[in-house]
């Protein structure tokens, strides 16, 4: 029962409307919507249904310019109102910013081999079409420092190198990457940096303009928990444009810089999910209200509730994620991905891994399996990981619940 008196995280978890006997672990891939909100969004839709032309044209909320909405999510990530566009996901986010960007033939692109296929996907199309040339650098499960990130990235660097794409947390791992430390040095080569930011909105306390980067996709579906197909885009300096992107999902691309900004070109883009951008402002409001501090605070605790129970199982060799020692703690997040076995070799068992998820899900209990290649970036053998989530709605009885089940399995 929720001690709604004594523990402030049971009056949040109890906002939520999850199936009882559900231990809901997999927030990385979408996340849940309040109760309040689910009715705020009942709410725009009838009020949007009910005069639908006056909503498009004039509603100051619900209207196809957006300003309201795009401020308030401004606010919340550390950014200029007219530096975001609101979105369906961090996969349209991402291919507005890789197929609007103005490549030239041989430009080169750093990314990794943790990155997720909505990156993958529109950097193809930038290759077979343009012809520019991506570079995919392995990374070690968990490294060992920052630095080591870091220097990855500077060694890739050639006089062709043109942009960094590479996630603030990697979908595989968890792995929290140096996102100012490498805007920084792109920075400071002229490279432009493209930052999918699908796990950090809602999870950590995020500033835009500190971050340093040009261009940062992300969702609002997931660890924000706001409503299905929402999600932002933020363009540094978009009033500018110093990158020249070119908006490619509009009504109005002939008017950027001649009338409209890009941001506004690339919101003015026909019927939008207006009910839904107008409750992900309010979603916003609701994680204010907890605190975003506070927020990162419970779920990178509750994140080292799950490493400290993996490596006690199957020793700290089993975590792909970061451990729990200081100099890492830089590189932890809300995600933890571990083999839970103490074998390193049952890894390349997909079958191994993906079995226990699946027995997990059956359970009530949903985790996720993941793929990767290993640190030496053999892409012929993937290693495999059982990825855990633990979000705001989560409490250390989940995590009980996920470790006595596993127990159970190898019973
Ligand atoms: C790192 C990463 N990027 C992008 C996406 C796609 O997110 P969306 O559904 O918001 O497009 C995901 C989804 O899991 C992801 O993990």
Not at 39 to 45: F, K, R, S, T
Not at 270 to 284: F, I, K, Q
């Amino acid at each position: 029962m929720a001690d709604l008196a004594n523990d402030p995280w049971a009056g949040v978890a109890a906002e939520f409307s999850f199936v009882p006997g559900l231990t809901y672990l997999n927030t990385g891939s979408e996340g849940s919507m309040p109760r309040r909100l689910q009715a705020v969004l009942g709410e725009a839709v009838a009020k949007w249904a009910s005069s639908p032309s006056q909503a498009f044209f004039f509603d100051p909320l619900l209207d196809s310019k957006e300003t309201a909405n795009r401020a308030r999510m401004a606010a919340f990530v550390g950014a200029r109102p007219q530096e975001i566009v609101l979105t369906d996901n961090t996969t349209m986010g991402l291919a507005m910013v890789i197929i609007g960007f103005p490549w030239r033939p041989r430009d080169e692109v750093v990314t990794t081999q943790h990155d997720h296929f909505s990156m993958y996907s529109p950097l193809g199309v930038a290759a077979s079409r343009v012809g520019i040339d991506v570079v995919e650098l392995p990374l070690p499960s968990p490294p060992e420092r920052p630095a080591q990130i870091i220097d990855a990235f500077e060694a890739a660097i050639t006089p062709n190198t043109r942009a960094f794409c590479f996630s603030h947390i990697t979908f595989t791992t968890g792995l929290r990457m140096p996102v100012s430390q490498l805007c920084a040095l792109a920075r400071s080569r002229g490279i432009a940096t493209i930052v999918d930011g699908a796990h950090a909105l809602g999870m950590l306390d995020l500033s835009l303009h500190d971050l340093g980067c040009d261009f940062y996709a992300a969702s609002g579906h997931k660890w924000l928990n706001g409503p299905p197909a929402t999600g932002i885009l933020y363009i540094r300096d978009a009033q500018t444009n110093p990158w020249n992107l070119a908006a490619v999902i509009s009504e109005k691309s002939a008017s950027v810089g001649n009338g409209l900004t890009i941001a506004e070109a690339l919101q003015k883009r026909g019927e939008l999910g207006g009910p839904a951008y107008l409750t992900l402002a309010r979603t916003a409001d609701f994680a204010d209200t907890i605190g975003k501090r506070a927020i990162e605070t419970r779920i990178l605790t509750l994140s080292d509730i799950v490493r400290r129970r993996a490596a006690e199982l199957w020793g700290e060799q089993c975590l792909y994620s970061v451990g729990t020692a200081a100099d890492t703690d830089a590189m932890r997040s809300g995600l933890v991905a571990f083999l839970p076995s103490r074998d390193p070799l049952r890894a390349y068992d997909a079958d191994f891994v993906n079995g226990i998820v699946q027995t997990l899900v059956q359970r009530g209990i949903w985790v996720l399996c993941t793929q990767f290649p290993n640190a030496a970036g053999d892409t012929t053998r993937q290693m495999n990981a059982l990825r855990v989530s633990t979000s705001l709605y989560n409490n250390e009885d989940d995590v009980d619940r996920l470790f006595a089940a596993l127990r159970a399995i190898y019973d």
